[in-house]
């Protein structure tokens, strides 16, 4: 299964360590580029597909990137199309009022264990 990350350039040098490929994406305009390179296959300054994208399985995003990519996100994810998209908190830890997968299972439950 192939991985890839979308975050700051920091993060995107730790999961180059452990030989995850990513790409940095500083503000909301590059994280949304990125985005679409990767679902879609699409590299808008080249006007082509990018090669082998169709192997990517699973992508990781910090939190702050998920907040920049908003709809577009949601609608990917109620998609059914690869690759899963899996959110970790950036550089700078948990957003502030933002729920653990945890904390949804949780409240989805009732149960508090």
């Not at 879609?40 to 006007?47: I, K, L, V």
């Not at 082509?48 to 910090?62: D, S």
């Not at 950036?90 to 149960?111: Q, W, Y």
């Amino acid at each position: 299964m192939d991985y890839y990350f979308l975050g700051d350039a920091e993060l995107v040098t730790a999961f180059r360590f452990v030989g995850i490929s990513g790409i940095a994406a500083p503000d909301a305009a590059a994280a949304l580029s990125a985005f679409r390179r990767l679902t879609e296959g699409w590299d808008e300054t080249a006007g082509t597909a990018l090669p082998g994208i169709e192997t990517c399985r699973v992508l990781i995003i910090t939190e702050e990137v998920a907040d920049w990519l908003g709809d577009t996100l949601v609608r990917w994810q109620l998609s059914d199309h690869y690759p899963l998209i899996v959110e970790l908190p950036g550089i700078l830890g948990r957003f502030p009022g933002r729920k653990t997968l945890v904390d949804s299972i949780r409240e989805a439950i009732g149960v508090h264990v």
